[in-house]
């Protein structure tokens, strides 16, 4: 497989072939973000493509789950899209499922009826980064959309019958703006209502403009109890009806699994309890965390 640079994926995709489709994020303007920045966006030709696919069908003809990276692969239109995926459909006859990252975007560029026939061929879940419920977090963080659009992607994923997995980031607001981020997060959740919300916890990549701006101080990063305090705001701030809740990606200090509304205040209890204790032993140690 001939990836180029590093590749992103999500962590229930960790038993997924990943085949890069895109290189790099069509958006690649996001603060906090340093995952493409060695990249420039392109989409890799059908050819490239169908090399990568033969060398694979060599050792994996049987898998179940196909990733297509990178950032937003949903990008591509839809005239290129089908046949990528119609040719991955082909390739893998156990395939059960083809994920993929679609920014708001990249979704709205898809009509209801482009997005159901991706679904009939094969593509089951999209990911997309919310990061927050707060405007103006997202645009402190130039995210580049609005909370109104990206609503409007999440419809449009639920109502093609395609899986809705979202991203959260505690801390994204900053010390100043925490509490209002974590309790607007919460209200948008309720609000899209997607079948999987994912909570990381920022972390200052250097390279990136948070990074300077954390040098300058203009953005303090929350300390541990502080995301966890997030993390409490959050979940009680949602009113969903079905959705599993997960902050159990390497960034976080607390790993967190609920199906809410259902596991809320067995939840909360949890975290609570961590926030009374302080002791760092409860902890994911610093150095353990990853993005
Ligand atoms: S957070 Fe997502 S949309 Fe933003 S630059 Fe990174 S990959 Fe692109």
Known sequence: MKYEGSIYRPPSEADSLILQVTIGCSHNKCTFCGSYKDKK???KSFQEIKEDVEEAKAYARYIKKVF????DALIIPQKRLVPIVQMIRDAFPKLERIGVYGNTKSIL?????????????????????VESGDQVTLDRVCKGTTLDKTAEAAKKVKEAGILLSVTVLLGLGGVERGAIHAAETGKF?????PDY??????IIVPGTILADEVKKGTFKVPDPYQLLEELAIMISNTN???????????SNYLPVKAWLPEDKEKTLR???HVL??????????EFMRAL
């Open 41 to 43: 966006f392109r989409v």
């Open 68 to 71: 297509i990276a990178d950032g």
């Open 109 to 129: 560029k898809k009509s209801l009826e482009d997005l159901k026939e991706l679904k009939r061929l094969g593509v089951g879940i999209i990911y997309l980064g």
């Open 189 to 193: 959740l309720s609000r899209i209502d």
């Open 197 to 202: 919300a994912g909570a990381l916890s920022v």
């Open 240 to 250: 969903v009806t079905h959705t599993y809740f997960a902050s159990n990606h390497a």
């Open 270 to 272: 949890a975290i609570k």
């Open 276 to 285: 009374d204790q302080r002791d760092p032993s409860l902890l994911r140690p």
